[in-house]
């Protein structure tokens, strides 16, 4: 009979994320996006549980004239209003005790789950920066 071998998972696991290296996790990654993305969000929502980092945008809603209908069950500045408040989910980082080597989950809008991705560096673990560069140059647009 094979024995069973632990093999290490980068889509599971993680140690719970210390206040300190939350502050500076923030930090880091709103000065990125401020330096590399200014303009294409109206703010961010940056927020950790456990082991993880939650990253959403919230953009201006570009409205076409005519739109929504008349028979459209809200106003437009309703729907506008709801639009701006509705976050765009760009990635989950996940912590395994450094914080320049964090997993890195895409969000899905396909299933609405975050989906283990590698980066472009060709590794599923990077910085706090990598991941968001590469989630907001997906969801907000190239720098």
């Known amino acids: 009979m094979a024995q069973k071998q632990w093999v290490f998972d980068p889509d599971s696991g993680g140690k719970k994320i210390p206040d300190p290296v939350k502050r ?4 880091r990654i709103r000065a990125y996006a401020e330096a590399h993305f200014a303009g294409q969000y109206t703010r961010l929502d940056i927020r950790f549980r456990s082991q993880f980092c939650y990253i959403d945008a919230y953009t201006e809603p570009v409205m076409r004239e005519g ?9 437009r500045e309703e729907y506008q209003e ?3 408040n509705t976050p ?3 990635c989950r980082l996940r912590y395994f005790g450094k914080e ?4 890195f989950a895409f969000f899905g809008y396909s ?5 283990l ?9 990077g910085t706090p920066e990598e991941a968001f560069q590469t989630a907001a ?3 907000l647009g190239n720098e």
């Open 111 to 115: 299933n609405e789950k975050y989906e």
């Open 67 to 75: 739109w929504p209908p008349a028979d459209w069950p809200e106003s």
């Open 117 to 125: 991705t590698i980066l472009p560096n060709g590794s599923f673990f």
């Open 24 to 27: 500076r996790t923030e930090a």
């Open 137 to 139: 140059a997906a969801y």
């Open 82 to 84: 709801r639009l701006r």
């Open 88 to 90: 765009t989910h760009l």
């Open 100 to 103: 320049d080597e964090w997993g």
